[in-house]
């Protein structure tokens, strides 16, 4: 140290001063030297980010190739399933397809047995009333009153009451109405069902009985008629109550063979074919009021049977329906 002059001392004892553009430099170094550790820092944290995102985003790929691989499988088992599906379709239709042909042959079939059974059916109709054209119906005899002869019984009551031969009367059968017993006493006795053996022989017997003012038995009034098939028996009984309602109202009428209505009114002449038919008819031309045309379907027993004719035959002689057409079957 040099001490000989007082402003070397000075010198020595006092720091230069900085300038200004010495502090400009120093704070540049600092903060570019700050930026380059904050750079350094932020690309650390970049290249960790960009490594963590690029790690997820493998994983997010593995995961959308593994489920595009499951999503391919399902597409595969779809179209086996469609393909299946398009399989049992076809077949389906096929079976479809021949059910309805076969429906076809069916309703035919069907459509054709119908009306062979309507023929036959109205066949056995004509043939079990042919096999009764020589058979007449006996209402009101009491039952037992026959005994065991009931052949002899039905001669001797025939050739008294209707003064004929009794050398005439040739019976086949005879046997009451196979319609269960009545077990009241107040109960209509069933019907006797009578065959000859000649149909002229039921023609005689009839006509002699239309001709008869009134037939009685033990104070019990009887009624003779041809004998129909239960079905004819159902719709006469019911034409029966008809007439009775037309006889009411002085209609006159009449029930031919085998079951249809013959109807006489201001010098015409109406037949219908079956009850409703009248029915209807009749009601429209005013004849059938309120419950008139309401007529209960009786049923074929000798019971219901016997009422109607009972109520028919209330202000009328005769037994049976004087008729042609009553007289000799449809041939």
């Known amino acids: 140290m040099n001490l000989r002059s007082g402003v070397t001392t000075q010198s020595l004892k006092t720091k230069p001063k900085r300038t200004k553009k010495d502090h400009v430099t120093n704070k540049c170094t600092m903060d570019v030297s700050n930026l380059e550790t904050s750079l350094k820092k932020m690309l650390t944290d970049f290249k ?34 469609l393909g299946e599906a398009q399989s049992h379709i076809e077949e389906a ?73 009794p050398e005439i009367i040739q019976i086949a059968a005879a046997h009451r109405s196979l319609g269960p017993k009545p ?76 079951s249809r209505l013959k109807v006489f009114m201001e010098g015409n002449t109406t037949t219908y074919d079956s009850f409703e038919e009248a029915q209807s008819s009749l009601r429209d031309l005013g004849l059938l009021e309120g419950g008139d045309y309401a007529v209960r379907d009786t049923s074929v027993n000798a019971g219901s049977f016997e009422k109607v004719k009972t109520a028919r035959h209330s202000q009328q002689s005769g037994a049976a329906p004087r008729s042609s057409s009553d007289i000799r079957p449809k041939k």
Not at 216 to 243: A, G, M, V
Request: glycine share 4%.
């Open 93 to 165: 239709e096929q079976r479809i397809h021949q059910l309805e042909e076969r429906e076809c042959d069916t309703l035919h079939m069907l459509k054709q047995l119908s009306k062979d059974q309507k023929e036959m059916a109205e066949k056995l109709e004509y043939l079990e009333n042919k096999s009764r054209q020589f058979n007449i119906r006996i209402y009101g005899v009491k039952e037992g009153l026959e005994g065991e002869d009931a052949i002899g019984f039905i001669t001797s009551l025939l050739a008294e009451k209707l003064e004929i031969a």
């Open 183 to 258: 077990t009241r006493e107040d109960a209509a006795p069933r019907s006797l069902v009578v065959r000859f053996a000649q149909w002229n022989t039921r023609q005689k017997i009839l006509r002699a009985a239309w001709n008869k003012k009134e037939i009685t038995i033990e104070e019990r009034r009887i009624y003779l008629s041809p004998d129909f098939s239960n079905k004819i028996h159902k719709e006469r009984s019911r034409l029966f109550q008809l007439r009775k309602l037309l006889k009411q109202k002085n209609v006159n009428s009449h029930i031919i063979y085998p």
């Open 48 to 81: 960790e980010d960009l490594t963590k995102q690029i790690g997820e985003m493998h994983t997010d790929i593995g995961k959308i190739s593994s489920e595009t691989t499951r999503i391919r499988q399902d597409l595969k088992d779809i179209r086996q399933s």
